[in-house]
């Protein structure tokens, strides 16, 4: 009878010592933070991301474009991200699509803080000068700034939403993501 309470007890104990790390100080519960102000442990230190969105790109906001039978195709150029280190792209495209069809999508290279929504014939879309690349499988170049490109089709009612656009990279065999929380409206008249 002893037995199982003994070693019901050690493991306890052991479970105990294996939740601190060498950092903590087990009578304060306190880590041990740098001279950055961040606290870091070897086990739990996260490198930073290999791709980050372009600070005009993020936040949640709504285009809306009027949209009339027979009106064609239409760009969005809006999403711009950077590579800090070299990535391959997994992904990159709406996040969810309502009455909407993706019929291409590339991104380029381009610095530019200018992006567009709007009718495929009207686009002198950014990035149109430049050379495309597939989103999928795509090479990311450290220090290159992208922007994606989708062009879109809106269905016969005229009516549409894109919610957002996600952007997935995988780097050194980590893989990680941004969102673009911008939402696209199709409709016959924007309010």
Known sequence: MRTPILTATLALAVLALGA?????DPATGSTEVPASGAATTASTAEAAPAVVADPATGGTTTYCTN?????????????????????????AGPASLGGVRVVGSW???????????????????PGSDL??????GASLRAGTTYR????????????????GFDVAWTADDTQGSLTDDSVLQFARHCG
């Open 67 to 91: 949209v009339a039978r027979g009106s064609g195709d239409y760009v969005w150029t809006g999403t711009q991200f950077t590579a800090k280190s070299d990535a391959t792209l997994d992904h």
């Open 148 to 163: 994606l490109v989708l062009r879109l089709r809106p269905s016969a009612t005229g009516s549409g939403q894109v919610g």
């Open 20 to 24: 601190c790390s060498s950092d903590d």
């Open 131 to 136: 050379e495309r690349v597939r989103t999928a």
């Open 107 to 125: 991104i380029v290279e381009d610095e530019r803080d200018d992006g567009f929504f709007g009718r495929w014939d009207d686009a002198d879309a």
